[in-house]
């Protein structure tokens, strides 16, 4: 719930029964995070993600850098919060996806020894492709699989959002592919007119994804974590965040 | 150019040096096909495709029939006006995926016949993912690879649209998997925000896309089709005829 506060966040999380909380860092920026891990093991709940590391892409060797600091920055305040995981999105802004598909690589494969040393897992997150300009060369779960059994490490895995994967053939098969290193599994559902490519999703039931059937095939495969609800909109955004979580349960209950 | 007619768009294509004119029906309707030939035959303008056939995803057997006359009848124009190939929208609107991927199967399977009796090959086209809920099941190079191959007739291949396909990883080598059935070439450019998921579209050299390697890689698995401008823009359908080819023109000059 964008601009909603940490303590808000919980508050909500416990009054409607979720088991943890996935995190944004501007959520994070300012918080003090030993009194917001205090808070959270004292309520139960726990960190399913934090959101987020990656953005490798980068036109010179100084951004590159800046960009390396602040994915450890992010790989610090997930191991702070003893979150599941910290999401990857992966990067453009590079336009030349070829490129951009390189330094992914190479960006992950930096920052992995750091990741270990934290006990922070990384999850590569598959982008819808109308975000490839924008967001991510990592187009489809196929893809993040390949990238990752490339790496081969156990601290590197795929994270899965139902709205980015949802359109493709290969998705149950490759989520089966992707078994052991299904680190996180979040679900937000498709509506269209697309206003905007980042922000016009759907709380579950909105709108035409299977996402029973979604939930069903990753827990067949063996993933036990927490299902997130990630729904980026303009238009819940503009609700209050108690309506919104409202929405959300009622959309869980609905599928 | 949405809203010209046939004549006026013969004219911008001649008089700007276009070697043929892809059309949509829409443009077919109430225009004397007879005439029309005769001054695509006198011009030595090619129809390099009609757009479109497909939509085979339907509710329930009469609106099945429906779509299947509706689809003759597309052939029948497209073998009257000697074109390189009839588009394939394949469809939903049927959000089911995996039923929609079926009945689009047996949906061209059924209209082979009749379409290899007119001489007319059908243009399977991949669409972008982010029309999987509007346009088409079929998301991308390597699907409709899979289709055409299990059809496997000299006269189903594919077309394929640089905006729906630029952003997968394995494009080039489904191109090179499609060769002696890619039946037509298009080219529009990617760029953002998107505003409504069907015509945000930009001229070459307006977006992110190397086209200029998307036609290189067509042309070096022997392609020797024409290569369409197909640029559905609300941005471009607001100029006139005359700009929106000068644009094109400039654009392909560009890149």
Chains 1, 2 share one sequence.
Not at 83 to 109: F, S
Not at 154 to 179: F, K, L, P, Q
């Amino acid at each position: 719930m964008k601009g909603t506060g940490f303590n808000e966040l919980a508050d909500l999380a416990q009054k409607w029964g979720f088991r943890g909380v996935g995190l944004w860092r501007d959520v994070l920026e300012d918080l003090d995070l030993a009194a917001a891990s205090r808070r959270l093991k004292h309520s139960g709940l726990r960190v399913s993600s934090v959101c987020r590391g990656g953005m490798f892409p980068q036109p010179d060797d100084q951004s590159r850098r800046r960009r390396f600091d602040d994915n450890r920055a992010a790989v610090d305040q997930a191991h702070f919060l003893d979150a599941d995981c910290l999401y990857l999105v992966c990067g453009p802004p590079n336009a030349d996806l070829t490129g951009a598909r390189q330094q992914i690589h190479d960006g992950i494969l930096e920052l992995e020894p750091y990741a270990r040393q934290a006990g922070v897992r990384l999850a590569v997150e598959p982008f819808h492709p109308m975000m490839a300009s924008t967001r991510s060369a990592i187009t489809s779960i196929g893809e993040a699989n390949d990238l990752v059994e490339k790496i081969a490490s156990d601290m590197v895995g795929v994270g899965i959002d139902s709205y980015h994967v949802w359109w493709d053939v290969r998705m149950h098969e490759e989520i089966r592919r992707a078994a052991r290193h299904l680190f996180s599994v979040q679900l937000a559902d498709w509506v269209t007119p697309i206003q905007g490519e980042l922000s016009t999703r759907g709380m579950p039931g909105e709108g035409c994804i299977d996402l029973q059937g979604f939930v069903t095939v990753c827990t067949e495969v063996g993933y036990r974590g927490l299902v997130e609800v990630e729904v980026l909109s303009s238009r819940w955004w503009s609700e209050t965040p108690d309506d919104a979580i409202r929405g959300a349960v009622k959309g869980l209950l609905s599928i």
